[in-house]
């Protein structure tokens, strides 16, 4: 930090060029930190969704609940979401291909008649 402000006070126009590229990297160094840790966390969200698809299921009770259509309805958001852009599954839990699970649970839940 002292190195930045003494080239800001020198005023002069390659000092300023190189406080404004180690400013940007500054900033890009703290956008790959804030990436990592949304990495980590998206990770663990899918994790969690993943081994717990049972609970977004529409029949709670063997009748057929609004807070069940609702999740299932908030996991076919996110699914659709990431889907958008197959590398996000892949970054996201790269451990296994879920996609196809996730995909046919859904078509499984969303063709129900009841659902449908």
Do not use: C
Not at 4 to 25: A, C, E
Not at 38 to 53: C, D, F, V
Not at 77 to 93: D, E, G, H, P, Q
């Amino acid at each position: 930090m002292n190195f930045n402000i003494t080239i800001l006070l020198q005023g002069n126009i390659k000092d300023r060029r190189l406080s404004n590229i180690m400013t940007d990297l500054v900033e890009i160094d703290m956008k790959t930190k804030i990436n990592a840790i949304a990495q980590k966390h998206g990770r663990l969200a899918l994790k969690w969704i993943h081994e717990n698809l049972e609970h977004f299921n529409p029949w709670q009770d063997n009748e057929l609940s609004m807070e069940g259509v609702q999740s299932l309805a908030e996991l076919a958001i996110v699914f659709t979401r990431i889907s958008k852009n197959n590398f996000l599954w892949k970054a996201l839990y790269p451990e296994s291909d879920i996609k196809k699970e996730w995909f046919q649970y859904l078509k499984q839940q969303l063709t129900l008649p009841a659902v449908a």
